[in-house]
Structures are given as structure tokens and as C-alpha cells.
């Protein structure tokens, strides 16, 4: 999009999905897209090998994996070396006792048509095939930087519920730079927001911004100038209903997510002549691409456990919107290039020196100054997965799972007010509740008062003394 232009484009929403790589579900559609750089028709296959077996790139994908891959640092590092040689072995020295087509998963592709939603989007919007995540590991820190823009020198998770191991995340957001300029801005969330690790999230007045999923095609179907300006969407993590493309989780739960939210957009006519929809995945999960990660400018002094000075494997990425051109942009772009073009389109203050620096692109290069008016009007929305007893190697809560149940413990316990009980005595959900139970002070309280009916003297005197008032078990 030329910068002399006017920006037409008024809200931005961004759907992270996780843990897949681009190879893996968008490089099939080189044999129609040939500007693709992915898996090239009648081409020998792209291989690697392991414990003296080769496996070779192929079509078949699981929809449910048998195992989740290893995706962090160390393990990426080991996927990465000697030009993307060493992924099936990883995954065979993580799982020795796998058999050969559990192995040959890490190699294998979703055809054309096997992901509905997300290969409709491809062919009629923009491709980014040269989106990278922004570190070489797992699913939090590449989230971090797509909030933040650092990591604060973490490239590992927490270690599971009862270790929890999390970090003080305390750096400027982009929610605190939307916030100076007075844009607005929310986070649609499934279950349980990860986001919730920034600290300043926790704020009253960001908290106050989170809403369950169904209020976005509530708000979707409202009118658009309602609408935030700038909107992140949080799948469903955790079964039942997770939706996050997640490999132990079925991918056309992630494909009925995608086609979802594309038609609430799409059928607000005046919302989708002005939004641009970022469909993007926080890392690669452990499966195979060809390409390998480039190098990259470190976000600041914060090295603690990485330099941070490559990217992370290639991902899915695409833009979708009126003025997304179906074709398939090559800029080398990574998490924190959504943060240059918002903070370009908005005026914000900085978000650190890889946002800042000239060799990180912003997404709205790959946009265009016309309109189209040829979209598709809807995206046919998978039927819903019946559920079916998981592999048995997936029965274990991944280590993201784990993290997140350890995350909403934490937040839990900085209150000791009972959202149960809260939830009564206000009649609202109690997941309204998880975003408002910390509150006790006034200009929050007001913020309460206000959304429920209630006066904000009411909403104080009621957290002040819920302690004494509670039944007992």
C-alpha cells in the first residue's frame, strides 16, 4: 500500500493459530500458485533422514497427529542445522520408540482442498511465503513478540503446572501504546488468554478488554464503527472444542475457527471494506520446511537465553481483505512486521529495535490502494469434529497446556475473592468475572458499574467486602 495514500483500513484482527509450518499446510498449492515456494510439482522430493531411514515430503497429512513434535529452542535448534536437515531426527530421538509412520508425519503435507478454509483464503487473498516466526522455539515467546516485540531473553516455556516457572514479563505492550493513543482494541479469547503472562495485561483497564469469542461475532454483526480498531483472537486451547491447530488437535476445528470468523467479517459490509484480517501461526511445531530461518536483528539487550539474532522457521501466513491482491507476496516478514505497520499506521511509540530497525518490513507493504470487490462471500464452514479417544501419546497435556492451566492458577490466586461467588451475586458469566475479580479500585470500579448498571460506590463497597460476606463451604 502506497504511504501517500489514505489508509482505508480502520480495524485490524489478528488470528494466531499454532504450531505449523508452511510446507506442512500451505506448500501443496504451488501446483496451482506457482509463485509459491513450496512443494514444487513434479519435482523429487525434499528428504531427510533418520536412524538410517529417509523420508521424503509426501501428501496424507494427519488431521490429529500421533505425537506433538518437539518445538523448543534446543530442538528447533537440531530441526534447523545442516539447511533443515535434521527434523524427522529430533522427532526419533524424542519419541525412540515410534514407529516409521508416526516419522514420516513430520514430512507429510495437507493436498490442495484438505484444508477448506485456510486454501480458499490462499487462493483469493495474499500468500506471505516468507513469514518466519521471530525466534527459533516454541509457541510463548513467538507469541510475546507478537504482543510486545521481545521476549525479554526467554525462549523456553514455564515446565508444567506445578513448576510453573513463569517469568515476569513486564515490557511495554502494543495494548499500552493503543492505550496512549486512545485506540481502541480487545482479545477475543476460547479459554484461557495467553496474553495474560504480560503483566501490564492485567491492568484493570486492559483486562477490561477481554472478551470470550462469542462477543466478537456479536460485536462482528454490530455496528462497524463499534468496532475496536485493533482486535487479536485467542483459540480455544484446551478440549473439549479446541480449535487451535494445535497436532494433537483436529485441524478442521482450526478450519471451522478460520471460516467462522472470515464470515462474520465478511457479511458486515461496511466492517469488511475496512478491515485487513492477519490468518498467522506463532511457530512452526516441529514439522518440516525447506527454507531456512534467516538471521535477524536482536529486540534489545535482554540475551538471558538466546541472542536472537535468527528468525524461526517459515510459518502460514495470510492477508486477507479488500485490498489484498490475490497473489503471493516474497518480503521477508516475521511477527514483529504486524508491529511496524501498526505502529506506522497509528503513530505509536516505539516497541524496541527490531520493530524500529529498517530491515523489518512492515505487512502493509503487501497490501494494495484499490479495493476488490470480487471476495468470496462466505467460506463453507466444516461440519464439527466428532470427538474420537485421542493417540496415546497425546493423552498428556502439552507443554502449552500445561502453562496455561499454571498462568490461570496464578492469576486466580492474586485475588482472594471467589469468581464463583462474584458471578452470583453480579449475574454475569464467570468467565466475565476472571477479567474483573482483581478489581477493587475506583476509575476500574466506575468501568464495572457502568458496563453492569450498578454504581461504582456499589462495585467497590462489593470487592472490598466480599471476604466476610462469603458463605462458609
Known amino acids: 500500500m502506497n504511504a501517500a495514500a489514505p489508509d482505508p483500513i480502520k480495524h485490524v484482527i489478528v488470528l494466531m493459530l499454532e504450531n505449523r509450518s508452511f510446507d506442512q499446510m500451505l506448500g501443496s498449492l504451488q501446483s496451482?500458485?506457482?509463485?509459491?515456494?513450496?512443494?514444487?510439482?513434479?519435482?523429487?522430493?525434499?528428504?531427510?533422514r533418520?536412524?538410517?531411514?529417509?523420508?521424503?515430503?509426501?501428501?496424507?497429512?494427519?488431521?490429529?497427529?500421533?505425537?506433538?513434535?518437539?518445538?523448543d529452542y534446543p530442538h528447533v535448534l537440531t530441526q534447523i542445522a545442516n539447511g533443515n536437515s535434521g527434523f524427522v531426527q529430533d522427532f526419533a530421538s524424542v519419541f525412540p520408540q515410534s514407529s516409521k509412520a508416526d516419522r514420516a508425519e513430520i514430512m507429510k503435507y495437507h493436498a490442495p482442498d484438505a484444508l477448506p478454509a485456510l486454501h480458499t483464503l490462499a487462493r483469493n487473498f495474499t500468500v506471505c511465503d516468507r513469514w518466519f516466526a521471530s525466534l527459533p522455539g516454541p509457541t510463548w515467546p513467538n507469541r510475546l513478540f507478537v504482543h510486545s516485540g521481545t521476549s525479554l531473553g526467554r525462549v523456553t516455556m514455564p515446565e508444567g503446572v506445578m513448576n510453573a516457572n513463569l517469568h515476569w514479563y513486564n515490557q511495554t505492550t502494543l495494548y499500552d501504546r493503543l492505550n496512549e493513543k486512545k485506540i481502541s482494541w480487545k482479545i477475543y479469547f476460547g479459554d484461557i488468554p495467553q496474553s495474560w503472562?504480560?503483566?501490564?495485561?492485567?491492568a484493570p483497564r486492559n483486562m477490561i478488554n477481554y472478551h470470550h469469542m462469542q462477543r466478537f461475532y456479536e460485536h462482528a454483526a454490530a455496528l462497524e464503527k463499534d468496532f475496536p480498531a485493533y482486535a487479536f483472537i485467542e483459540p480455544t486451547y484446551n478440549p473439549p472444542g479446541a480449535n487451535d491447530d494445535h497436532p494433537s488437535h483436529n485441524v478442521l476445528e482450526g478450519e471451522r475457527l478460520i471460516a467462522e470468523v472470515y464470515n462474520a467479517?465478511?457479511?458486515?459490509q461496511a466492517l469488511w471494506e475496512s478491515c485487513l484480517l492477519v490468518v498467522v501461526y506463532d511457530e512452526h511445531g516441529g514439522y518440516y520446511d525447506h527454507v531456512s530461518p534467516p538471521a535477524a536483528v536482536p529486540p534489545d539487550h535482554h540475551h538471558e537465553e538466546f541472542t536472537f539474532d535468527r528468525l524461526g522457521v517459515r510459518?502460514?501466513?495470510?492477508?486477507?481483505?479488500?485490498?489484498?491482491?490475490?497473489?503471493?507476496?516474497?518480503?521477508?516478514?516475521?511477527?514483529?512486521?504486524?508491529?511496524?505497520?501498526?505502529?506506522?499506521k497509528w503513530g505509536l511509540q516505539s516497541l524496541g529495535a527490531r520493530v524500529a530497525d529498517p530491515g523489518t518490513t512492515s505487512v502493509g507493504t503487501a497490501l494494495v490502494n484499490a479495493a476488490r470487490a470480487d471476495a468470496p462471500v462466505s467460506l463453507s464452514v466444516p461440519p464439527m469434529v466428532v470427538q474420537t479417544a485421542p493417540p496415546a501419546q497425546a493423552t498428556a497435556l502439552s507443554s502449552h497446556q500445561s502453562a496455561l492451566f499454571a498462568l490461570r492458577h496464578s492469576v486466580e490466586s492474586m485475588s482472594d475473592v471467589d469468581a464463583n461467588e462474584v458471578a452470583a451475586y453480579l449475574k454475569v458469566p464467570k468467565a466475565t468475572l476472571y477479567r474483573w475479580r482483581t478489581l477493587r479500585s475506583g476509575p476500574p470500579a466506575?468501568?464495572?458499574?457502568?458496563?453492569?448498571?450498578?454504581?461504582?460506590?456499589?462495585?467497590?463497597?462489593w470487592f472490598n467486602n466480599l471476604d466476610g460476606q462469603l458463605p462458609d463451604d
Open 197 to 202: 503472562i504480560l503483566v501490564n495485561q492485567l
Open 265 to 268: 467479517l465478511r457479511a458486515n
Open 50 to 71: 533418520a536412524d538410517k531411514v529417509t523420508y521424503a515430503q509426501g501428501p496424507g497429512a494427519a488431521f490429529v497427529a500421533p505425537a506433538d513434535p518437539n518445538h
Open 315 to 344: 510459518v502460514p501466513a495470510i492477508l486477507v481483505s479488500p485490498y489484498a491482491a490475490k497473489r503471493v507476496v516474497k518480503t521477508q516478514f516475521d511477527h514483529t512486521s504486524l508491529l511496524r505497520y501498526l505502529v506506522e
Open 32 to 48: 496451482e500458485i506457482a509463485d509459491i515456494d513450496g512443494i514444487a510439482p513434479g519435482q523429487p522430493p525434499r528428504t531427510n
Open 446 to 461: 466506575r468501568r464495572i458499574g457502568r458496563h453492569l448498571r450498578y454504581n461504582a460506590s456499589e462495585v467497590i463497597d
